[in-house]
């Protein structure tokens, strides 16, 4: 009786273990697979530009989240088991790793591979040539200028866009006629506020 209750027991738990952990594809195909994929996203990232990384409209980010669902199947193929998925992950950090070392190693791989920042804007001036080439409209280089605190193109010295689709902006320094007006401002107000606090006091001791 004993025997006839273990059997489909140990049967139940034999068919969850195959399934969780035996691998349903080779182990190398399952170490290959993500290496592929990560290859081939990177590449494919350089050469569609920095945009997508910038994530500058709704679209960007539509296209950035599809990508996971897009690739799934062929990192995983047809194996879902636990294995599996560590393995994949496994591959995937460690091929990161690898490209990160080197590109750490060597700045000349790092210009090719990531690419070169693209200057959009040079003392408040577009150079419209960068913007159609990195398919940057006005409105979204105004509205990362805008996000960085700056209302103005004339208030911008230099804006660029980096290979991992973030904006460096600088702005400009103002003219040293302006800062000195500014100065001889601030002093006057300061002076005004020492004669009306030695009035307060001269009348204070007359009273």
Known sequence: ?????????????????????????????????????????????RIFGKRELAQLNPFDLVVLLSLSNTVQNAIIGDDNTISGGVLGAFSLLAINWIVARVLFRSQKITRVVEGRATLLVRDGVV????????????????????????????DVR???????????????????????????????????LEIKQMREQTGGEAA
């Not at 940057?136 to 200028?145: I, P, R, T, V």
């Not at 660029?160 to 400009?172: A, D, I, Y």
């Not at 001889?184 to 300061?190: C, F, G, K, N, S």
């Open 158 to 192: 230099r804006c660029e866009l980096e290979p991992n689709g973030t904006f460096f902006v600088e702005g400009r320094e103002p003219a040293r006629t302006d800062r000195q007006h500014a100065e001889l401002m601030l002093r006057i107000e300061e002076l005004a």
């Open 127 to 154: 150079d419209k040539k960068a913007m159609e080439r990195e398919s940057l409209s006005m409105e979204d280089l105004l509205s990362a200028l805008h996000r960085q605190g700056f209302t103005h193109l004339q």
């Open 1 to 45: 009786m004993m025997l006839m209750l273990q059997t489909p027991l140990t049967q139940m738990f034999h068919d969850s273990y195959s399934h969780m952990f035996s691998l349903q594809l080779p182990i190398i195909e399952k170490l290959v697979r993500p290496i592929i994929v990560y290859l081939v996203l990177v590449l494919l990232l």
